[in-house]
């Protein structure tokens, strides 16, 4: 479960991307294609970083595994085999 703190950069991070989002939708309409083609550019900059701040959030929830090298593997399985001495 992702801890409150994620869930609040997360929800302050939206709340600044939607309000920029609504300020390119409320501005002027664009003079030419450049500016047009500008405009595109940028919602879409800032519907990436919307999916991106959601991917962070999200893997917060999901519990990671530790990747055990090839390395460690093999001193467990001769510490395993090794035999116990009483």
Known sequence: MP???A???WRRECEAINQE???????????TQEEN?????????????????????LSEATPRR???STEERASHS???EKPLHS
């Open 3 to 5: 801890s409150s703190g």
């Open 7 to 9: 869930s609040e950069i």
């Open 78 to 80: 001769t510490e395993e």
């Open 37 to 57: 083609q500008v405009r595109k550019i940028q919602f879409m900059a800032l519907v990436e970083r919307r999916s991106e701040a959601a991917r962070n959030f």
């Open 21 to 31: 989002m609504d300020r390119l939708i409320l501005s002027d309409w664009p003079r």
């Open 66 to 68: 530790r990747i055990i």
